[in-house]
């Protein structure tokens, strides 16, 4: 018995859910309505759009790349896809919509992919220049306004709920629709990254590239695979933000700027083993923990702006975390 539960302690996704599992007690012990169906569903809206766009980060550095331009990439394709049914008078099928997002931000990251594997520019440069650069273009040549009339099924669709909670206080909390796009988007990510070749080239190359190259594996094209990936999680992270919020925006505040949170998600997510790995579950976990603390720091009487000191420390127990249990080579070699 002790053997298996060692075991089952040994996979990153367990210590994160019991640390979750942890904190949401102690904030519950505080404040009794933390730990209610109506915070749960609340906290499913919250962190809806930044646990997609935690997907497309994590694919990327799966691959041993980096992308400091996703959040701005969804954000500029989503608005730019409102500007221009609007200013048209269309109002297409939600899957249309969709798909101009995506193809926007397809575009955008195969231009990421093109500076860094191909340019062979330094990626956290190249793509922090491609964020600038989208953050003063959507509001030279696009729109600057408030966009309050999204297509109506778009519309629709962000004041659709599964089920309906009340706080203890009577107000309601209602569990969004987006909670079925996000079980989706990762249950095929997990399959993507653990079940298929492709997904054991993208961890291969992100271990050690020239090793992939020898073993005949086409980094390029991975990258490129996975850069295009990254875009349609963007896309329907950007559509899925707006009919959320039931209106669009240049540079949304809450996404534009909060990289960090989804980025330190995946930092989390990836564990302190030798042979950790990036994971979708991981992720979701990490998501999931980081949204909790930022959300109900408020319901338990703590000013708003500890967010960011929460943010910090996470991302250092997570990288410190990956640091403590890593091979030790010169160790070895005195071994010999």
């Not at 960090?260 to 042979?275: D, F, H, M």
């Amino acid at each position: 018995m002790k053997k298996w539960i060692k075991k089952v302690l040994e996979y990153n996704e367990v210590k994160l859910a019991l640390i979750f599992l942890a904190i949401v007690v102690l904030f519950s012990l505080i404040n009794p309505d933390v730990f209610t169906v109506a915070n749960l569903y609340a906290l499913v809206r919250a962190s809806a759009t930044n646990a997609i766009y935690a997907l497309a980060i994590m694919i990327v550095m799966c691959s041993g790349a980096f992308d400091a331009s996703f959040a701005v990439i969804g954000s500029f394709g989503a608005y730019v896809t409102m500007y221009i049914l609007t200013q048209n008078g269309l109002d297409p099928h939600p899957a249309i919509v969709f798909l101009i997002s995506i193809l926007i931000c397809m575009a955008l990251e195969f231009l990421n992919w093109f500076m860094v594997s191909i340019l062979h520019l330094q990626a956290y440069i190249a793509t922090t220049g491609t964020a600038s650069l989208l953050k003063g273009a959507v509001l030279v040549f696009v729109s600057t306004s408030y966009i309050y009339t999204l297509p109506s099924q778009i519309g629709a669709l962000g004041k659709t709920y599964l089920a309906t909670a009340v706080y203890g206080s009577g107000i309601e909390s209602q569990l969004h629709v987006s909670v079925i796009f996000i079980a989706v988007m990762y249950l095929v990510m997990h399959i993507l990254m653990t079940y298929t070749n492709f997904g054991r080239q993208v961890y291969a190359v992100g271990a050690d590239e020239e090793a992939a190259e020898r073993a005949g594996i086409n980094v390029k094209r991975i990258r490129l695979i996975v850069f295009l990936i990254a875009g349609v999680i963007c896309g329907v992270a950007g559509i899925l933000r707006d009919a959320v919020g039931r209106f669009s925006l240049p540079n949304p505040a809450e996404v534009v700027g909060k990289e960090n949170i989804s980025i330190a998600a995946v930092i989390l997510g990836t564990g302190n083993s030798s042979k950790a790995r990036g994971s979708a579950l991981g992720t979701l976990l990490g998501v999931l923990l980081m949204s909790f603390i930022s959300n109900n720091l408020i319901l338990i009487g703590i000013p708003s702006f500890y967010v960011e000191l929460a943010t910090g420390v996470l991302m250092y127990i997570g990288l410190v975390g990956q640091m403590s249990n890593r091979p030790r080579r010169h160790s070895a070699k005195e071994g010999k």
